[in-house]
């Protein structure tokens, strides 16, 4: 089945700095790549539609100028936490989805932020 | 607003016993439906998808579709302790958006 591989794992930093995640597709193309936020025992929350090639869609309530997404080629989608804070610390997953695959969505492994 | 609703548990059954889990949705155009099992710490993993009105089996697995009624479920047979995790639902909405809309998801308990 498809695969995407999200990296990394965790990470710990400090507060005021920056972290980046990636979202890799191994077997196939994703031209959208999504980036979902969990908070300890909530549901997911779709914070971006990440469009290979174009910006990405917002959703509401989400900073676009914090969170740096850019899909630069068609199996990698780099999510950016500029200026981290400790509220900033989650659970922060990217799915991409295989066409023309009817499994549908395909999670990454998810990155553990936390900012101290 | 496409809305997709499930109880939140936890669902607590014995070992061995039958699991039921439920889903609606708002979207009458919705067109597919995926259950996914999330343990605590980690991401989403799917375990079953379908498209049409019925049942679906796949090995322990049946998943339940009823577009009329706007319901979809999930059944786990002879539940172990291993199937104790968050399951999620999805819902892709109507429109070839591809964008899915997950319910809260349901926390399952399977105890010895």
């Known amino acids: 089945g498809a695969v995407v591989s999200q990296h990394p794992s965790w990470v710990i930093c400090k507060s005021g700095t920056s972290v980046k995640i990636e979202c890799r597709s191994l077997d196939f193309q994703a031209t959208t790549m999504f980036w979902y936020r969990q908070f300890p025992k909530q549901s997911l929350m779709l914070m971006a539609t990440s469009n290979e090639g174009s910006k990405a869609t917002y959703e509401q309530g989400v900073e676009k100028d914090k969170f740096l997404i850019n899909h630069a080629s068609l199996t990698l989608s780099t999510l950016t936490v500029t200026s981290a804070h400790p509220e900033d610390s989650s659970f922060y997953i990217c799915s991409a989805r295989a066409q023309n695959r009817e499994e549908g969505y395909t999670f990454g492994s998810g990155t553990r932020l936390t900012v101290v | 607003q496409k809305e997709v609703e499930q109880n939140s548990g936890p669902l607590s059954v014995p070992e061995g016993a039958i699991a039921s889990l439920n889903c609606t949705y708002s979207d009458r155009g919705s067109q597919s439906f995926f259950w996914y099992r999330q343990y605590s710490g980690k991401s989403p993993e799917l375990i079953m998808f379908i498209y049409s009105n019925g049942d679906k089996e796949d090995g322990r697995f049946t998943a339940q579709l009823n577009k009329a009624s706007q319901y979809v479920s999930l059944l786990i047979r002879d539940s172990q302790p291993s199937d104790s995790a968050t399951y999620l639902c999805?819902?892709?909405?109507?429109?070839?958006?591809?964008?899915?809309?997950f319910g809260r998801g349901t926390s399952l308990i399977v105890h010895p």
């Open positions: 999805a819902v892709y909405a109507s429109g070839g958006s591809y964008i899915p809309t």
